[in-house]
């Protein structure tokens, strides 16, 4: 089969080569699925490095996949010939390959009526802004609540994201927007309309908005949580925003690094915190998908063999959506 390789940690290449097919071990749960769409992560490439894998692996990129179900254990509730998709996990290689590992805890059905493309667009985006507002922004308790609940605890809170058009951002606007929150926005002007789409009441360019002058003229305005999706200079200008006993929250870094000096806002939380994935998780987003309430959004769309040209695209830092493969092209 198929295989895009980092052949190391300290490497930022990457190579198609060909491999052989992985081998499920059903007792441990794994599924062989035949890869139809993967999508890559920003950065990723530098993770090996940064967080090294506790265990040795082939550094294979693209956690987020869509395909069919080839084998499967007896038990699981995905067999032979079911559609699915999901975010896996970071300890095991990744799905830039024909066929790749699944694991039960990690995978749901693929949303009626969805391309592998358009699904492959979701995972690892989605659930991590799900674990975002439903656990680690600490609004809505433990992560159990239902999504009605957590709509109570949300409803009127106010919720600043950065990178608001980004793969992780539009889904925090989404699903915020969703649970009653008040949205502000940072994007570029292009983005502008997209942001609003996607549910935030407010959208600040941040080529033109500085977020500290913004909070000074509008006091009013200060958020309960800010979610930070791109880190460094953009998280510290975010800090100005957060009201007191607020949270500061980023995917990127933790958000200590970059306090800015000054700062004096009193019982203000800070987290960082990495997604796992979780199939409970997916299968909510699954529904609010098929029920039109949220849903992703494809930048393009590759064949593997044009691996570097989409890469670029990708660390350019300025796709809409997400960047997928598509493994029926070229083939």
């Not at 019982?267 to 609010?288: C, G, N, Q, T």
Request: net charge negative.
């Amino acid at each position: 089969m198929r295989t895009l390789v980092q052949p190391s940690a300290e490497s930022q290449s990457l190579t198609l080569t060909t491999s052989p097919l992985p081998t499920a071990n059903v007792s441990a749960g794994e599924h062989l699925i035949k890869v139809k769409a993967c999508a890559p992560c920003a950065g990723e490439l530098l993770w090996p490095k940064n967080f090294p894998p506790p265990n040795p692996r082939e550094l294979i990129p693209c956690p987020d996949v869509a395909g069919t179900v080839i084998s499967a254990p007896a038990n699981s509730p995905f067999q032979a010939g079911d559609e699915v998709y999901a975010r896996t996990n970071y300890l095991r290689p990744g799905n830039a390959r024909d066929y790749s590992i699944c694991l039960t805890d990690e995978l749901a059905h693929i949303p009626q009526g969805l391309s592998a493309v358009a699904a492959a667009a979701i995972p690892v985006s989605a659930q991590t802004a799900w674990q975002i507002l439903f656990i680690h922004a600490g609004i809505a308790g433990d992560g159990e609540a239902s999504f009605t609940a957590a709509q109570e605890a949300w409803r009127g809170k106010k919720v600043l994201v950065t990178a608001a058009s980004g793969g992780v951002g539009m889904w925090v606007t989404q699903l915020a927007a969703l649970l009653g929150a008040e949205v502000v926005g940072t994007c570029g002007a292009a983005n502008a309309a997209l942001v609003r789409l996607l549910g935030a009441t407010e959208v600040l360019d941040y080529r033109q908005t500085e977020l500290r002058e913004w909070v000074n003229e509008h006091p009013e305005k200060k958020v309960d949580v800010v979610v930070d999706c791109i880190g460094r200079r953009s998280l510290e200008d975010a800090w100005w925003t957060v009201k007191d006993g607020g949270m500061v929250l980023s995917i990127f870094q933790p958000p200590e690094q970059v306090r800015p000096p000054g700062f004096e806002g009193s019982e203000v939380r800070s987290v960082f915190f990495v997604m796992e994935p979780a199939r409970r998780h997916l299968e909510e987003i699954s529904k609010l998908v098929e029920l039109g309430k949220c849903h992703g959004m494809v930048d393009s769309v590759w064949p593997l063999e044009q691996y570097q040209e989409a890469f670029k695209r990708l660390d350019g830092g300025h796709a809409r959506g997400k960047i997928v493969f598509d493994l029926s092209l070229n083939q």
